[in-house]
């Protein structure tokens, strides 16, 4: 099972954590990891891309862990980015089941 954690502090994200694998398949044909990591890596990538926004990333080799942590508030556009990506996950979580996708929010 793959297990989104996104911490928060009010309305800030703080970092979003990422582990496991979805085991729905096995690898190379996991259609729920691969719909995971795509969401997370180009959101990650969009905001270094497009942002000017202070983060760090903690990533396995595997491709089972993934962590973005943000220091410092982030900007309008980086929040609509991991809207997004949260949008997106959640839609996965419905369609695929939580034996494949957990989404835990915590508040700081």
Known sequence: MVSVIVTKQGTEYKQISLDGHAGDEEAGQNIVC???SVLAINTFNSIERFTDDAFSVDAAEDGGHLLMAFPEQLSDKS???LD????GLDEIQRQYGDEYISLTYKEV
């Open 34 to 36: 691969a719909a995971v």
């Open 79 to 81: 929040k609509l980015l």
């Open 84 to 87: 997004s990506m949260l949008l």
